[in-house]
């Protein structure tokens, strides 16, 4: 069982923290006694996750909220699901459905779908004043938030793709032009996985349809220390350069998106380029690391952390080699290699980059 555990507590970004904070003896001491049977597991694990108990003080909470999920569910789901009181099982054969359904643009049934499930699990992982629940696509989004965000609460991974759910319910009631609805489970979606870029791009664009401008911008400057790649890089710094416009600040606008240019170059930037031009009569003209700099102060907008993303991209990328997680490897060695062509458009901008 030693060796599965590490495969998948390295699999979800765990074990990697492990040996800094704690004894790995003591961590395989504490494996050794998970029992083997289902119920025994089951009381063990979550006995030891509501009590403090001195001996193994020293091992990471999330590792055992995580292995009473991988351990236990794949192993007696229906006996799980009772003492949790739903089925998890429910909740994906319901978003597939809904999905199918919204395919064949039957929103209305697929409507129906999506809010019986959501009666059933709108009350289920609400933060507390201790804990905050989440769910990552990733380990690399996992330590992104851990090491930006900084939360003062203790992050619990919870079992089930809640983000996942409420962004197709959002995406559901997008069809519908039910816009603040839509804003509404987005904006869920992006509580339980804060690190998702397609969730804030999905938000913004239901925020953009009701004027809400500085709602763009604020999920959009928040967004910004995930982005994993330079196509959403540039995506983020385009909604904030249509805020800047909407605020009349047009030189801004101008600047932003010519900076963004740096990190990709579709039409609609160009487009956005020759509008300002011709409506404002803004000439393109790149600006400087002063100008960019100073713009970002000046806006609260947080300074691109790209050397950091790669390193630790890299970091979970060596880690997965080591534990034969091919697929993960090539992953995260990608999300590094797209990052790193984007580092001379910062170089000098910030002192530490």
Known sequence: MWNYIKKLLAQFGMFPDSPSKVDPQ????????????FKERSEFLMKYRDESHPKDKQIDLKIIDRLLFELVVPNDRKTFNSSFGRSFQDLYEAVNKAVRLMYKKDFIAADKILKKQYVEIVNLYIDTDEVEFHNFDSSLQESLYSKFSNPEKRVVLIPCDYSHF????????WELKQFPQAIEF????????????????????????????????????????FALTLEDIARLFR??????????????????????????????????????????????????????????????????????IITEAQNQAKLSSEYG??????????????LAKGLWAIKGIWEDE
């Open 239 to 308: 909604n904030l350069a249509i805020c800047f416009e909407e605020q009349g600040l047009y030189q801004e606008a101008m600047d932003l998106l010519i900076f963004s240019s740096s990190f990709d170059y579709p039409k609609i930037t160009e487009y956005e380029i020759g509008g300002l031009e011709m409506v404002h009569g803004i000439k393109p003209a790149n600006p400087d690391n002063e100008t960019i700099r100073k713009l970002f102060e000046r806006h609260n907008i947080p300074k691109l952390r790209l050397n950091e």
């Open 186 to 225: 987005y904006n869920l979606a992006l509580k339980y996985n804060p690190a998702s870029c397609e969730t804030c791009f999905d938000l913004c664009e239901s925020y953009k349809e009701i004027k809400a401008f500085d709602k763009v911008a604020e999920i959009s400057k928040q967004s910004l220390p």
């Open 166 to 173: 409420y962004k197709i319910y959002g995406s559901l009631k």
């Open 26 to 37: 003591l961590l395989k001491e504490f494996f050794s006694r998970i029992p083997e049977d």
């Open 325 to 338: 997680l091919s697929e993960l490897v090539d992953y995260y060695n990608s999300l590094a290699d797209n």
